[in-house]
């Protein structure tokens, strides 16, 4: 029975217990759900379950070479969001941290685009709440605009799976052309969850606004689910090396000039995603292993990076750099975990970003693609100064700021720990970790090139920051927000809608006080008319005035449609003052008008 269980699935129903159980209880059955459904790794690649609706056959389980390692790496960010959770006592985010884990999961073994569409979905409507869990006006206002954007992707890619359905006959997760319009339409809908560039605002709007567990959540699945339906469906696409490589490149600039850590990362992570569509856009065994194996430790170290700044979220209350500073003497276990991070992500040789990143740049190399090559390798020193440098830099050491506080509750530095030890272990055994990629790879990151090569453009990287701190050039760190493409629908769609929906209200108001007055004005007319000029010549009840009134609306009414109509078609009547004539059928209107009035008066 569970081995035609879908993966992820047992998590998301599991989920629904999660708010009868006590706390300690709690945490134990989600790490029970967590391992139940690891269980699906070991079933072997092919398609374990299907279900027949309405003629269509919904894939919802199927393995191969490209799932297993999403699969893994979610399964072991799932069991790590929990142990770094466990300190907070509501049930809310952990019932939305274990659905969205589960979805993501489940998305990643769907079969055919309907199924890819339910989870695509349930990722959106289970990760807003970690979001709104950030109990701030901010954070409610880009929950909205959080679960429009999704909701949208999600649009697109039903759009794009009936328009398959219907020229196909079928709607399997395959390659797909991108010159197609079914191609187009999936093709927008990752790349939206993906972040793409003038895409990708609803990235640094919404996680920057979670709650300091919710973020580390949020860095693990969304984006990366893009990244495995691109890898899936447009390997070999030109078109996303292009992408990719903006999208290497432009984050760096905001990062540097933006004053909340946790933001920052969201540029960093935006960054990151570019190395991984520009693998996928080559689409070589080569390039589709290093945007596998970049994903895969990318959300160690990204969500470690996430944990770190969680953390003094949590004991100080603000990621803003400009506020943090000194904070290695309260939080050095905190501190050390970010730096290998930090460190992690430049892609230090012995460290998990450096055996990923390695596949990506050689991939480039075979292809002699030296521009797009010249440029990623641009984007790595940018790394090292936002996240590898600033991140640490800003929040544990740089000025003294006076806080003084605790180190991080002890379920969140067993986090941290677990994740750091996986960082340092995929860097010094990447033969090992090579093995669960999707193709076989008889590849040696750790040679004479590129070791040389990347310490120096570390050092050259390093040197550039001290000199800016040193002479005080690097741009300060200001209390302020910076915005990208999320400034057109957070700045400039209000600015021009709110004045234009004001002035349509306006209007709309002055138009109903006009047909007010008016109808005001014709109800005293024709009392005027009845009483006043002794049209009845008996008193008669308020209803039976209402009646005749109604009428006499109506007949006038009618007779303005009639003129209407005949000025209209005035191209096939001649219409002549003296032949002038209603028609049987407003004579029996006006005949019905004078009887009504003839049995009130009679």
């Given amino acids: 029975m569970i081995s035609n269980f879908p993966p992820g699935l047992i ?93 993501a999961i489940a998305a990643v073994h769907a079969g055919d685009l309907f199924t890819l569409f339910i989870w695509w979905e349930a990722t959106a409507f289970t990760s807003v709440f970690l979001i709104l869990a950030g109990n701030t006006y901010r954070s409610y206002k880009s929950a909205f605009r959080y679960i429009l954007i999704q909701v949208t992707s999600g649009m697109f890619l039903l759009a794009g799976a009936i328009v398959l359905l219907i020229n196909d006959g079928s709607a399997l997760l395959t390659k797909f052309d991108i010159n197609s319009l079914y191609g187009q339409l999936i093709f927008i809908a990752f790349g939206i969850k993906a972040a793409f560039p003038l895409l990708n605002g609803w990235l640094q709007d919404s996680y920057p606004e979670a709650s300091e567990i919710g973020t580390v959540a949020l860095s693990t699945f969304t984006t990366k689910l893009a990244i495995f339906c691109f890898a899936k469906c447009f390997a070999g696409t030109e078109l996303l090396i292009v992408i990719g490589a903006i999208m290497t490149f432009y984050p760096i600039f905001f990062a540097v000039i933006e004053n909340d850590l946790r933001r920052v990362l969201t540029y960093s992570l935006n960054n990151q995603l570019g190395f991984m569509i520009v693998a996928i856009g080559i689409g070589t065994e080569l390039a589709i292993n290093g945007a ?15 944990m770190g700044m969680g953390a003094v979220l949590y004991r100080v209350g ?42 990506i740049m050689s991939a480039l190399g075979k292809e002699g693609l030296v521009l797009v090559y010249f440029m990623l390798l641009f984007a790595s020193a940018g790394v090292l100064h936002h996240s590898g440098i600033k991140i640490p830099f800003f929040a544990f050491f740089a000025h003294e700021s006076g806080i003084k506080t605790k180190e991080a509750p002890l379920n969140m530095i067993v986090a941290m720990i677990i994740a750091s030890a996986l960082c340092i272990l ?41 000199c800016l701190w040193h002479f005080k050039i690097y741009p300060p760190e200001l209390n302020s927000t910076v915005l ?55 008193e008669v009840g308020s209803d039976t005035l209402i009646v005749i009134q109604i009428f006499t609306v109506f007949l006038i009414l009618s007779l303005i449609s009639y003129i209407f109509f ?37």
């Fill in 11 to 103: 998590m998301i129903i599991g989920a629904l217990l999660i708010p009868f159980l006590p706390h300690i209880i709690r945490q134990i059955y989600m790490m029970i759900l967590v391992l139940i459904s690891a269980y699906s790794l070991t079933l072997g690649f092919g398609i374990h379950s299907t279900i027949n609706l309405m003629g269509f056959d919904f894939i919802l389980f199927q393995a191969d070479s490209l799932t297993l390692p999403f699969a893994i790496i979610f399964h072991i960010a799932a069991a790590l969001n929990v142990i770094y959770g466990a300190h907070e006592k509501h049930w809310k985010q952990h019932v939305s941290i274990m659905s969205y884990s589960g979805a």
């Fill in 292 to 306: 596998v194996a970049h994903a895969f430790a990318h959300i160690l170290y990204k969500g470690l990076l996430f």
């Fill in 566 to 602: 005949l000025i209209i078609n005035k191209k096939n009547y001649e219409i002549k003052t003296s032949e002038f004539s209603f028609g049987s059928h407003y004579r029996n209107i006006i005949n019905l008008y004078f009887s009504t009035y003839y049995i009130v008066y009679i």
């Fill in 318 to 359: 603000t990621c803003k750099a400009s506020e943090l500073g000194g904070l290695f003497k309260y939080m050095p276990i905190t501190a050390v975990c970010t730096i290998i991070g930090a460190i992690s992500i430049s892609a230090f040789p012995l460290f998990s970003g450096f055996v990923a990143k390695s596949l």
């Fill in 426 to 466: 995929i860097g010094i055994f990447p033969s090992t970790f090579y093995q669960i990629l999707p193709y076989e790879i008889n590849y040696q990151p750790y040679d004479f090139s590129h070791v040389v090569g990347q310490l120096q453009l570390l050092t050259f990287a390093a040197f550039a920051f001290i």
């Fill in 484 to 538: 990208n493409s999320d400034w057109v629908y957070r700045k400039m769609l209000p600015g021009v809608l709110i004045p234009l929906l004001k002035l349509v209200e306006k209007m709309n108001q002055k138009f109903e006080w006009i047909l007010r007055i008016s109808f005001t004005r014709t109800k005293l007319f024709l009392s005027d008319t009845m009483l006043k000029n002794k049209v009845f010549d008996r």
